[in-house]
Nanobody, 127 residues
Framework: QVQLVESGGGLVHGGGSLRVSCLLSGRTSSLHAVGWFRQAPAKVREFVAAIRWNGGSTYYVDSVMGRFTISRDNAKNTVYLQMNSLKPEDTAVYYC????????????????????WGQGTQVTVSS
């Protein structure tokens, strides 16, 4: 079992930056990857970024490429999402999720590929 807790959300002006964090606990040695998703009101939860838990390879959705950076600190069991040049359309609840080592593919970009989810943290970007 793996637990995830997001933090660091808040209100930021357009063009600003924010870093959200995902603290993991439990059997993290069993993880293949950790991902970030986001969900705006009345919208589907969409993939944002993923990182291999051990290898460090990263993958981003096109809309955040060059603006967002996912990173990890395995010693702290923490994954970060640094968000720069934020736009109002980035406003959403941001969720982190963990994918177990269970034969899955890289990169995991769909919700069903993840086994554990955090509660989400709200990110609001004003115009």
């Amino acid at each position: 079992q793996v637990q995830l807790v997001e933090s660091g959300g808040g209100l930021v002006h357009g063009g600003g930056s924010l870093r959200v964090s995902c603290l993991l606990s439990g059997r993290t040695s069993s993880l293949h990857a950790v991902g970030w998703f986001r969900q705006a009101p009345a919208k589907v939860r969409e993939f944002v970024a993923a990182i291999r838990w051990n290898g460090g390879s990263t993958y981003y959705v096109d809309s955040v490429m060059g603006r967002f950076t996912i990173s990890r600190d395995n010693a702290k069991n923490t994954v970060y999402l640094q968000m720069n040049s934020l736009k109002p359309e980035d406003t959403a609840v941001y969720y982190c999720a963990a994918d177990r080592i269970d034969g899955g593919t890289w990169p995991p970009i769909q919700r069903f590929e993840y086994d554990y989810w955090g509660q989400g943290t709200q990110v609001t970007v004003s115009s």
